[in-house]
Structure formats: structure tokens, C-alpha cells
């Protein structure tokens, strides 16, 4: 689900649409960017855009927000602290000092690994895995199988559907 479905505020919808630049050819020939840093140069949008998340979960017993490295790790923790959830990263392989489940994905533009601490989400947690865009969905989905392995109920939400 991306920002723009299931309503939400309706006027924030088109600020934070408009806060959002997509890049033509990067890093690639072919690949349509889609680029947050000018959301974040708007603080009222992002301000919206995290306000619109904590609106749709705050009530809805999450125990954890997971953020995928790096752009998740902008958007996960304001949501995190405003709902009072813990926060869990995922980082890129050889980051994180303890010991680590692996997951190997696909991307539009290569492959990478997403590792996450063992026991930072237990079983009976309920999970919401944040990311500023799926574009394949592979790194959701690794994301997804990170957490799949214990008995976890999970939600993923991204900013920008870039597919
Ligand atoms: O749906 P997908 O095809 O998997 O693509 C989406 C992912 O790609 C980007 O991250 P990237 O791997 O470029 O890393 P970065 O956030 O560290 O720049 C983006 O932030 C998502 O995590
Ligand atoms: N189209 C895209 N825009 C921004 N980040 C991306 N990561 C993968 N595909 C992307």
C-alpha cells in the first residue's frame, strides 16, 4: 500500500505527491527515480507523511515498526515513537554486530542482502515493515521472509509504488 490508497487525509495526499521528484535515467537508462529528498525538504509534507501513517496504525496494536536500510530508517522511527512501538533495522550484510537471519534478494538494478538481529521481533509481535518504495518488491518480500520465520503478524506499508 502506498500513501495515496485508502484515503487519508485527501488534501495532504496531493502535497505530498507534489513534494516528490522522479529522476529520468537513475542510476540507469530506463530507471524512473523516484526521490524523497525533496519530500524531506518540505517539512510540512513529511510531517503529513508520517502523521498519515501514525493515523492508520495508532490504534491498531503494533508492536514493532521494522524499517528497511536506508530510506526506511527516515520514515520507521518517527512512526515508531509516535505510536509506541519498538524500532527494528534491517540493515545491508556485514552491519549489524550480533547474530543475524539472511535474506538474499533481487532489485530493478542488481541484488543485496538484508540481515536482521535474532530475537529483535518475537513471537506474537505484530509487525508493520516500512520502506520508502517498492519498485519490484523484492525487498519488501525479503523483509517479509526475514520476519516470516517466527509467528509474527505483518503489515508493510512504502511511501511511493515506483511499479
Ligand atoms: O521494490 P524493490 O525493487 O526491491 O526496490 C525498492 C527498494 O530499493 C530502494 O533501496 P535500495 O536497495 O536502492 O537501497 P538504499 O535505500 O540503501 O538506497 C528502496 O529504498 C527500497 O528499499
Ligand atoms: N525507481 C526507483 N526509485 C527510487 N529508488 C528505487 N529503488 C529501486 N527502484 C527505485
Do not use: W
Amino acid at each position: 500500500m502506498s500513501a495515496g490508497e485508502n484515503g487519508g487525509s485527501g488534501g495532504c495526499i496531493n502535497g505530498i505527491k507534489s513534494a516528490l521528484r522522479v529522476i529520468p535515467n537513475f542510476p540507469k537508462p530506463g530507471i524512473m527515480f523516484q526521490d524523497i529528498t525533496t519530500l524531506l525538504l518540505d517539512p510540512k509534507a513529511f510531517k503529513d507523511t508520517i502523521d498519515l501513517f501514525v493515523e492508520r496504525y495508532k490504534d491498531k496494536d503494533i508492536s514493532v515498526i521494522v524499517g528497511i536500510e536506508a530510506r526506511g530508517f527516515i520514515f520507521g522511527p518517527p512512526i515508531a515513537l509516535a505510536i509506541g512501538a519498538k524500532f527494528v533495522p534491517l540493515r545491508k550484510p556485514k552491519k549489524l554486530p550480533g547474530e543475524v537471519i539472511s535474506e538474499k534478494y533481487i532489485l530493478e538494478y542488481g541484488s543485496d542482502c538484508l540481515e536482521m538481529h535474532v530475537g529483535a521481533v518475537e513471537s506474537g509481535d505484530r509487525a508493520l515493515v516500512v520502506d520508502d518504495l517498492v519498485a519490484t518488491g523484492g525487498t519488501l518480500c525479503a523483509a517479509m521472509n526475514l520476519l516470516g520465520s517466527g509467528a509474527v503478524e505483518i503489515t508493510r506499508e512504502a511511501i511511493v509504488r515506483a511499479c
